[in-house]
Every structure is written in structure tokens, then in C-alpha cells.
Nanobody, 125 residues
Framework: QVQLVESGGGLVQAGGSLRLSCRAS????????MGWFRQPPGKEREFVAT???????LHADSVKGRFTISRDDAKNTVYLQMDSLKSEDTAVYYC???????????????????WGQGIQVTVSS
């Protein structure tokens, strides 16, 4: 069992930056691959980025080159650095963890076992 708590959200102007953090409780954080998802207003939840246990990453095309996922296993924390923010990045952002050894990473929310409560990011134009 792991609990995830996101922080670092808020209001930012277009072109600005934010860094989201997601701290996991419990042991063996290094056994999980991690992901960030988001849900824009009135839309479905969508994949943003994922990072494997070894640090390999995948990013959605919509954020590639602007967002970067990373992890610090010593701090039980995964990060999402968001640069060059756009109004369309406005959403509730969710951190997720997957204890799966048949997968390295995943873009599918169905593959994740644990979710944070979500944090609002609002980008004003």
C-alpha cells in the first residue's frame, strides 16, 4: 500500500513554469513506476508522463519538450517540471504509482494501482 500526496500546483501566467511534486509514503518506492495524468475542465483524464523504475521516461506529445518527469528514490518523490505553460495545460494533475513487474512504464491509467488526490494547475492567458 502506498499513499501519494501532490504539491506545487497553483496559478501561473502563460509562458511561466511550475514544478509539481508527489511524495509517496511507505516502503519500496523504487519498485513502482510512476506517472502523471491530468483532467482538463469538462474532459477525460489524459496521460502526461511516466517514468520507469530505472528512470526511463515517456511524455505525451502535447507536453514533449516543455514538461519533464523525474524521480528521486531517496526522497520517495516524483516530480513534473512544467515550462512554457499554456492555457490548455489548465487541469487537475494526478500522480499515480504502479506496482507492476510485467511493465516498465505505461500511458494507460488502467495500469496504475494508486492515485493521489489531485492538484489544480491554472494557466492564465
Amino acid at each position: 500500500q502506498v499513499q501519494l500526496v501532490e504539491s506545487g500546483g497553483g496559478l501561473v501566467q502563460a509562458g511561466g513554469s511550475l514544478r509539481l511534486s508527489c511524495r509517496a509514503s511507505g516502503r519500496a518506492f523504487s519498485n513502482y513506476f510512476m506517472g502523471w495524468f491530468r483532467q482538463p475542465p469538462g474532459k477525460e483524464r489524459e496521460f502526461v508522463a511516466t517514468i520507469s523504475r530505472s528512470g526511463s521516461t515517456l511524455h505525451a506529445d502535447s507536453v514533449k519538450g516543455r514538461f519533464t518527469i523525474s524521480r528521486d528514490d531517496a526522497k520517495n518523490t516524483v516530480y513534473l517540471q512544467m515550462d512554457s505553460l499554456k492555457s490548455e495545460d489548465t487541469a487537475v494533475y494526478y500522480c499515480a504509482a504502479a506496482l507492476r513487474f510485467d511493465l516498465g512504464v505505461s500511458r494507460s491509467s488502467l495500469d496504475y494501482n494508486y492515485w493521489g488526490q489531485g492538484i489544480q494547475v491554472t494557466v492564465s492567458s
